[in-house]
Nanobody, 121 residues
Framework: QVQLVESGGGLVQPGGSLRLSCAAS????????MGWYRQAPGKQRELVAT???????NYAESVKGRFTISRDNAKKTVNLQMNRLIPEDTAVYYC???????????????WGQGTQVTVSS
């Protein structure tokens, strides 16, 4: 069984910073793309940032220059450093990984349980 566990959410004032982390555990042969998504109340889930196994990154326009995604392949983790947070960043943040559990299986998408980020004064 593969599990993704997120940490690092919370309440922060506008202009502040938070760092989210997500760790994968279980039977894992290899991990391909990793990413962070978010869902605000009443809105659809949207992409925040992704990072390939080779380290190439992609960001939503709304977070470019403020958020940084990184990964540690040995630790099977993906992180999201969020700076200069604004109220519009308030959402539940989900990590996602494309994981192959054995050499015989194709990669599948796995999701974390979500962590709440609230930006408010």
């Amino acid at each position: 069984q593969v599990q993704l566990v997120e940490s690092g959410g919370g309440l922060v004032q506008p202009g502040g910073s938070l760092r989210l982390s997500c760790a994968a555990s279980g039977t894992i042969f290899s991990i391909y793309d990793m990413g962070w998504y978010r869902q605000a109340p009443g809105k659809q889930r949207e992409l925040v940032a992704t990072i390939t196994s080779g380290g190439n990154t992609n960001y939503a326009e709304s977070v470019k220059g403020r958020f940084t995604i990184s990964r540690d392949n040995a630790k099977k983790t993906v992180n999201l450093q969020m700076n200069r947070l604004i109220p519009e960043d308030t959402a539940v943040y989900y990590c996602q990984m494309q994981i192959r559990v054995t050499v015989l299986n194709g990669p599948q998408r796995y999701w974390g349980q979500g962590t709440q980020v609230t930006v408010s004064s």
